[in-house]
Every structure is written in structure tokens, then in C-alpha cells.
């Protein structure tokens, strides 16, 4: 079956710096999604990507899917202490409706 | 209202109570969702229903017993259940159940089995 993978497990940075988190499918996607949880909250929808090679920024993120649509990142400029949470990608891919959530980057911001 | 609910917020049982998670969307969505997470763990697929038939069963034990009386509303019925289903029990929502559709999740309820 489809296996989204996604690095680091944690990241701890100083108030800021620079943040990415990339995931890795094993099939080609036909899109992929990226969701916030903040600790003691809900996956929030961030985004979602479909063209290859799409870039697309909300104020300090940005998110990129690969050129052969099976992998993508997240980066985060200068973060702050509200960017605190964990990040998640989720791909599709097969015609099916229901994403493949990646395991998660937690992101600890230090103030 | 773009807004998933979920009640109750906490729930804990015993192994032998009987207990029901509500969800409800008011946004038109015709497939909503079960998910389980874990501490510092992804969402966890359990049960799909898509126009309010069950699509998708993750060989989910009987003791979690969906149920989706309308499109509006999705149950979890809990009976016997054990302490390691003791999580974050998340309702979502999606449009129709087609690609490229954002998930629309609800607060939870975090559950406690005693």
C-alpha cells in the first residue's frame, strides 16, 4: 500500500530560525495536503498541492510538491513561538479520497 | 458555518459501559469520517461513510460500532472496550468524497478507558 514518510520526528529551533519538514511518498501522488496541530488541538488544513513542481506561500510558509509529484516540503521562515505544533502531510493518490497521513513534525519553538 | 462538533469533549468509561460519540456538520458534506489518533501519532483511519453508506471499514474491531443516521450526523457506538482504546477520537468531514478535497476536522473527544 501507499507509504507517506515524513522527517524529522521533532525539530527544535530557537525563535527565529528557519523550520522544514519534508515527506516522501512510495507512489506518485495526485496531490498532497499538509495540516497543523497545535498541542491539545485538531488538524487544521494548511494546504494542498496538485501541480508538479507547484510552489505555494502563505506569508512566512512555504510549501513545494516535486517535480515527479512524490515528495513535497514545508518550510517556515523566521518561526515563532505561535508556529508551535505538529505538522502533518497527508497524500493521495489511486483515485482514492482518503489521505495517507505522514507520521508528523513536531516543532518546538524556543523564545 | 464551516465547523465540525463533536460532543462529548472528554469522555471516560469502564470496560463494560456502553457509551456514543456524536459528530455533526452543517456544511452539505456527503462523506464523514472516524479517525483514532495516539499521542504523538498520525490520525488513524477507521470508518468512511459516503452518502451516508459506510464505505470503508479499516478492520476496525466490533466493539467500535459506527453509525450515521442522516447527512448531517456520525456516531461511534463504544461497547467493552479495552484501556489501550483510550485516545483522540476525531470526526471529519469532505464534500462529496472525491479527490482533491480538503478534510474538515472536528475538536474530538479525548477518550479514557478505565
Known amino acids: 500500500g501507499q507509504q507517506v514518510m515524513q522527517i524529522p520526528q521533532y525539530q527544535h529551533v530557537q525563535e527565529g530560525e528557519d523550520f522544514t519538514t519534508y515527506c516522501n511518498s512510495s507512489t506518485t501522488l495526485s496531490n498532497i495536503q499538509w495540516y497543523k496541530q497545535r498541542p491539545g488541538g485538531h488538524p487544521v488544513f494548511l494546504i494542498q498541492?496538485?501541480?508538479?513542481?507547484e510552489v505555494k506561500k502563505q506569508k512566512r510558509l512555504t510549501f513545494q510538491f516535486g517535480e515527479a509529484k512524490k515528495n513535497s516540503s514545508l518550510h517556515i521562515t523566521a518561526t515563532q513561538t505561535t508556529d508551535v505544533g505538529t505538522y502533518f502531510c497527508a497524500g493521495l493518490s489511486g483515485g482514492s479520497y482518503i489521505p495517507t497521513f505522514g507520521r508528523g513534525t513536531s516543532l518546538i519553538v524556543h523564545p | 458555518d464551516t465547523e465540525v462538533t463533536q460532543t462529548p469533549k472528554h469522555l471516560v468509561m469502564g470496560m463494560t459501559n456502553k457509551k456514543s460519540l456524536k459528530c455533526e456538520q452543517h456544511m452539505g458534506h456527503r462523506a464523514m469520517y472516524w479517525y483514532k489518533q495516539k499521542a504523538k501519532k498520525p490520525p488513524e483511519l477507521m470508518f468512511v461513510y459516503s452518502y451516508e453508506k459506510l464505505s470503508i471499514n479499516e478492520s476496525v474491531p466490533s466493539r467500535f460500532s459506527p453509525e450515521c443516521p442522516n447527512s448531517s450526523l456520525l456516531n461511534l457506538h463504544l461497547h467493552a472496550l479495552q484501556p489501550e482504546d483510550s485516545a483522540l477520537y476525531l470526526c471529519a468531514s469532505s464534500p462529496g468524497g472525491q479527490q482533491q478535497e480538503t478534510q474538515y476536522f472536528g475538536p474530538g473527544t479525548r477518550l479514557l478507558v478505565l
Open positions: 498541492l496538485v501541480k508538479s513542481g
